[in-house]
């Protein structure tokens, strides 16, 4: 809403206080003041000229040699461009030394031969913008009425020497999208009157209700509809300070009628539509609910389909306004026009939201319907632009009104006591303060006892509880004289859960292991949306994504990984380290939410250790990603539940790849990127793994146990083996750690060698073995035997035998 | 023979003093003390001294022995000090040659900033809550007093899978989720991280996934005061403790009353400049008091029981903490950005 600092005076004296002072006062209370426009900023000595001579440019086609009164001096010879320049005219001019905004500095100049004086004005040039310019004025100069005073400030005669506020309005404040719902809160903050404009009806005798009658078929969409004549109406501009007004609110102005109805709409907060009588098409306004796929031409020239959902106004066969939202062009107002249907209604703000809606036709009328108009307002809305017409278009106005009223008005009277308002706010107000602020706000209130009685205004509408008083209170008492306390009360500690707590763990470790930490979006293409999934379950669609690229949710971390790779790769930030911490979506059918799973993904490329001058180059491989898996592993206590299993995963390579299995459950999986997607996506080696954190971090960690520390030397034995190739190391060990039990206790691979000195089909591994009593010192014979066991059981379940 | 000695004594300790190296040391030790040494010698020659000069004489050479021994002993010390101060000078290296560098990678800040927050209301007896992304339009709307068709749902265009499913706009049905199980009954002191989802396109100061956290309490005695002042508690640790605050009335569909704080403008020193609009203030979030009906609906009686709610976005308190300029860099993850969060302040 803008509000006119010199407009709003019309209704509040505002003495004293500066258009920016009021913006923060405002602000404070609880309208937002997003600006202060001060209309005549950087612009000067623009005066009201009169246009004595006007002859074309002897040089210049398109240019008018004009001699021009400026009430000072002699008359002064200026140049204009403009095609609707004329004699007689008076108009707004720019003399020499003047300033336009923009920085303009208006010259003395010669163009084409001739001297010119100063500039012509059209109203862009003086800072409007083209779409609040009258139509007939837009592409030319701004001409004045005839009253002009030549020599006179044209600024001020335009009212631009004016101060606009621009609030920004939460949707509970719809009072405030009037002037007068302005000058109700201006009063309030400021504790002074608010004077109501003037309505002076002298209807002729004639009766509205014998021009025309009103039905109104769907009451609940329409609860009041009251519907004015007035004839003999002479279309023509509107006065001059009713135009500078709208226009500095926003509004173009049309012709008197129309610019009536406007004024009153931002004066009052009501919307008004003035239909043409004669081209009204019968004497009766029926108002139903269109019929499906009935068609109708609003204002603008567009052909509208209709629903049962849309209300209309018909002559009783066919619409001529889409209700609260726009009217038709077959009973628009036009310079013929001589008796006006005047609407002044009430329509129900949901059935006008769905309409403006439908049709992609937000109007300021509509806005203000969907948030709600004062039901006390429609009629003196009605009446006071009935009086305006009569003034301002020479109109009669006919006696009362064709109307149907179905409203009843509830004001909401809402007891609340004193110990309450200030148990809420924490504050210790006393009767008489309450008191002074509701009388403020203009509401009606009575004291009995401690508790105050409070009756809403219909002009506030989202007044209707306890809390809302309260808020009124809080507002004008002012939040910064609230005090400042914490809560009082039985206090615990506060506290991360088990699992929340873990979740740190695992970030903290995968940052200290060299990761950087991610966020990624949890929309995606369908196509990437079930790449490197866990789990294949149907994915999840937007009903209405706004593009496909972001249309259904994740099923896996991994391919934003990549992306986020590839982003970085195409950067120059070739070595690189991420995790993923993020939830992603299996869904449960249709009707229920989705599982939501927790999952940590990881990519690593390029160069994981780079020391160089110490010739230190080491790029990332596998198990680079598996130790970084071990160690988490280990942080949360897992590692004796954790196992890898060579596995065939899409999109990871076929040789380089394992799934993690928890408790023998397959839980994520790690490898190389298959260099065919690594080669799609531009991508260097990449290494990554996608596991289930929630598994993860809802398995239960044993409880921390000391183990005591061997008091007894081991014996070490190493062992190099010739095995299969296929034969992998941890079913080697396995077999070691089996047959060497109880007395061996560990057994770690040290060496593997696959080169062309070994047979075909086989390798050569080498384990350390590590034998242990912790009741005594071993002897070596007890070990050899034990150690023959364990070569005998290699060679026997793997056909392992010691390298020769 | 005891004038020669004196001058084998002389002659012995200026070439220990002379000797640089420790073989040239062991030389002299052969030459002089050996047994082929002058010494030796001078004392074979002793046969010739009469009965009373042979005992002194042989006290004198021993004395002359042990004087060169010690000077010795002394110059075989110095040396080796020499000797491994040399070794020392020769393994010099180039100190400020850079380390091995240590792998490191560090917090999103976007987490920092919530485990930031997390931890300060922590501090204060919150606990954290976690709720659904995806989430009912009950829980997301209804259940915060914005029944279907309020039009204040037109303040957050939402993402919806079915007609009562939704991508939650805001964190606060966690909020709606966690009253609904205390069954009207006890208090909460909760915080609640976590992605919200609104339709905007992606731009500057846009993005149609981004963070959001929140805080409820509610309790038999939760005034208006008590969220003034934790509010404050919040913005001077976050900010910094040199930072106004000031609240605003404002207006939420679950809070009544409703208010949105402001910090003065670090930039500008409250003076006015294009970060904060000429107006010295930045917007850094929304609260109120819990509106009757959201407790009602979750089952408290809200003639007993009141709270506050707040809420706020880590992206723009990251931006303005850090003073980051595009919201986007939060989810393109450069590595170039991300790192420069490592600091730990
Ligand atoms: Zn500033």
Redesign the pocket.
Known sequence: MLVSYKWLQDYVDLSGITAKELAEKITKSGIEVEGVEVLNEGIKGVVVGYVLEREQHPNADKLNKCLVDIGAGEPVQIICGAPNVDKGQKVAVATVGAKLPGGVKIKRAKLRGEVSNGMICSLQELGMEGKIVPKEYAEGIFVFPQDAEVGTDAIALLNRNDEILELSLTPNRADCLSMLGVAYEVAAILGREVKLPETKLEPVAEKASDYVKVVVEAPEDNPLYVAKIIKNVKIGPSPLWMQTRLMNAGIRPHNNVVDITNYILLEYGQPLHAFDYDRFGSKEILVRRAKEGEKFTTLDDVERSLTADHLVITNGTEPVALAGVMGGANSEVTSDTTTVLLEAALFNGFTVRKASKDHGLRSEASARFEKGVDPNRVRAAGDRAAYLMAKYAGGEVLTGAAEVDTLTIEPAVIPITLEKINRVLGTDLDMNQVKEIFARLQFEASVDGDTITVTAPTRRGDIKIEEDLIEEVARLYGYDNIPKTLPVGSSTPGKLTAYQKKRRVVRQYLEGAGLYQAVTYSLTSEEKAAQYALEKREAIHLAMPMSEDRSVLRLSILPQLLEVVKYNSARQNDSLAVYETGNVFLANGTDALPEEREHLAAAITGLWTNHSWQGEKKPVDFFVLKGILEGLFAKLGLTDKVEYVQAQVDGLHPGRTAEILLNSKRIGFVGQVHPSVQKDLDLKDTYVFELSLKAVLEEETDDLQYVPIPRFPSITRDIALVANKETVSDTLKEIILEAGAPLLKEANVFDLYEGDKMEEGKKSIAFSLKYADPERTLTDEEVTKVHEQVLAALKEQAGAVLRG | MQERLKELQAEAIEKVEQASSLKELNDIRVAYLGKKGPITEVLRGMGKLSAEERPVIGAFANEVRAAISAKMEAKQAELEEAAVQAKLASETIDVTLPGRPVKLGNHHPLTKIIEEIEDLFIGMGYEVAEGPEVEQDYYNFEALNLPKGHPARDMQDSFYITEDILLRTHTSPVQARTMEKHEGKGSIKIICPGKVYRRDNDDATHSHQFMQIEGLVVGENIRMSDLKGTLEVFAKKIFGEDREIRLRPSFFPFTEPSVEMDIS??????????????????EILGAGMVHPNVLEMAGYDSRVFNGFAFGMGPERIAMLKYGVDDIRHFYTNDVRFLKQFAVEE
């Open positions: 403008c670090k930039i500008c020193g409250g003076h006015g400049c294009s970060v904060c609009k000429h107006t010295g203030w930045i």
